[in-house]
């Protein structure tokens, strides 16, 4: 039996098997492609030899923290997006584009030397073949109780592994339409993964290939615009290699996928058409090379080309970072990311929040048995640890607690801070479980200082809280933002910084009468006297 099955061999699903291969421990990923990479995809050009990206391109170092610091530790080289010179503005399809000047259109924006694809090849080199099956299906899950069935179609048979964990890092509205589940997974879950739009999987993307730069040596970006009705590719930019000697250019198509499809024999030529149209006569008889992400069956849904594209949302639903199953299973991609979804950015957030998500399940699985406190720590050390794996465990039982109340609150007709209340009393909740936690925990109280009143374990007991109710908060703002229930509540559908400070104002509060709470209990403890080390055994499990 596997320990971990990672179905999805993109950026999300590579990062997790390589933080899991570092550590030791045994997974199988599975990719349903002839290859690995997902989303991730370049094309080499015959004309200049260059790898041309297809699918992502850039990442941003002053927002994109988890991406930029990967490309450095895998030893890959980056470059500055070339934005220097003028941007074109095509607004009418029988006129010569208009100069815009030189202003930066890709915001401090760097690519990888060799195409994002050196990622997968890089990622996949420090795997081995042994740990890659390609050519496998997703199709049903079936919880086991102490693990997770999977069934995969490879060519035209079924196949079935077992795994005591499943990380399914797929498109969630990809998963939702092609994958059955048994049990089934409960409706709210089901919904928010119907309601995560796959970015970009409805778009396509044309990269051209030159024998020069022409459009450099006329003091152009490369950056253009196509605004008008008939404009075939809207968005356009440089997309030569780090020197420049290779030449490039590169744009999104502006035709729907409907319309794609029906002109896809002539597109070659439109497309060649207008890009003459922007820059000239030298842009005629490129090296095309065309991606249609909305006819990859792998990456875009159903729905995802039904449903125009929107604006980008750059979290998801929390209940998509929920482990279900007792842990057993996850769900991963990057569109399930608290920051970043749908970058590359996303992808390698949500890796690092199912590894740790992973380590906490091993924990709980090695934790069947009361086992006595080891001589060489102390019973305060092993107590603190346990109370700071059990503060760790709750994240998702004080969301789960929050939707709760939110969903009663509204099934009661209330209408005011309805974010306020259901979070304050969710934290509450909490608070008083963790002073209660404290009182079943021994602890060897006889050198323990107390200062003016308070016990010395106290900053090892609040530490464990120091990023709850960030994490919480950032749940809280991200699943308000996509809940249909509160569309009709605009104050609680986008959360106002004068309304968060109001619910921070109280959380501060509750969390004082917590600090409160804790330190009497420890007080109390010194007072009545307490067990003493290496005697009392402490169980690992509550």
């Known amino acids: 039996m596997l320990d971990t ?21 045994g997974f199988t990923l599975f990719e349903a492609r002839a290859r690995l990479g997902g989303r991730i995809l370049s094309a080499v050009s015959a004309t200049g030899g260059d790898a041309l990206d297809l699918g992502p391109t850039w990442f941003w170092p002053d927002t994109q923290p988890h991406i930029t610091a990967f490309v450095a530790e895998l030893g890959l080289a980056d470059f500055a997006q070339h934005d220097e010179g003028v941007v074109l503005h095509l607004t009418e399809a029988d006129k010569t584009p208009q100069a815009l000047g030189g202003q930066s259109v890709h915001g401090g924006a760097r690519r990888v030397a060799g195409g994002m694809s050196r990622l997968v090849a890089t990622l996949a080199e420090g795997l081995g073949e042994d740990k890659i099956r390609l050519g496998h ?39 939702a339409e092609t994958v059955r589940f ?7 879950t089901r919904d928010a993964m119907g309601a995560a739009p796959t970015w970009m999987a409805a778009q396509a993307k044309v990269m051209v290939a030159y024998a020069s730069p022409f459009w450099r040596a006329a003091g152009q970006s490369g950056n253009a615009f196509v605004t008008h009705e008939q404009a075939v590719v809207g968005e356009i930019f440089d997309a030569c290699d780090a020197t420049g000697a290779k030449a490039a250019i590169g744009g999104f198509l502006s035709f729907p996928p409907d319309l794609r499809e029906a002109f896809i024999a002539g597109l070659p030529m439109l497309m060649d058409s207008q890009m003459v149209q922007v820059f000239g006569s030298a842009a005629e008889g490129g090296e095309q090379h065309y ?35 007792d842990g057993r299973l996850h769900f991963g991609g990057s569109e399930t990311a608290t920051q970043g979804a ?17 380590a906490r399940a091993r924990v709980a699985e090695d934790a069947d048995v009361d086992v006595p406190v080891p001589d060489g720590l102390s019973v305060n050390a092993a107590s603190l640890a346990r109370f700071a794996a059990w503060v760790s465990a709750q994240n998702d039982a004080v969301f789960e607690a929050y939707r709760t109340r939110l969903n009663r609150a509204l099934a009661t007709q209330q209408r005011e ?33 107390v200062e003016k009143g308070r016990s010395g374990l106290m900053p090892d007991v609040q530490l464990p809280f120091r990023d709850f109710i960030q994490t919480l908060l950032d749940d809280v703002v991200a699943f308000n933002r996509t809940s ?20 921070l104002r109280d959380v501060a509060a509750a969390w004082r009468d917590f600090c409160l709470a804790a330190n009497r209990r420890l007080l109390a403890k010194a007072e009545a006297g307490a067990p003493r080390a290496g005697v009392t055994p402490l169980p690992l499990r509550q």
């Open 5 to 25: 099955a990672i179905i999805g061999g993109g950026l999300c699903g590579l990062a997790l098997a390589r933080h899991l291969a570092k550590q030791g421990h």
């Open 137 to 175: 299906t997703l199709v049903g899950v079936e919880d086991k109780a102490d693990h997770v069935l999977l069934t995969f179609r490879v060519d035209d048979a079924f196949l079935t592994v077992e795994a005591r964990h499943a990380v399914i890092a797929l498109p969630p509205r990809l998963v």
């Open 182 to 188: 048994t049990p089934e997974i409960d409706t709210a």
């Open 291 to 325: 991606q249609d992400w909305a006819q990859e069956p792998f990456t875009c849904s159903a729905r995802d080309r039904a449903e125009p594209a929107g604006e980008h949302v750059a979290f998801s639903n929390p209940l998509l970072r929920r482990p279900l199953w």
């Open 342 to 358: 749908g970058y590359l950015e996303g992808a390698l957030e949500a890796a690092r929040r199912i590894d740790r998500a992973l």
């Open 417 to 449: 801070q309805l974010t306020q209340i259901a979070m304050l009393g969710a934290i509450e909740d909490l608070y008083d479980r963790a002073v209660d936690m404290l009182d079943t925990l021994p602890f060897d109280m006889r050198d323990v200082p």
């Open 484 to 503: 249909c229930a509160l569309s009709n509540f605009p104050g609680e559908h986008h959360l106002s910084k004068d309304y968060v400070q109001t619910i």
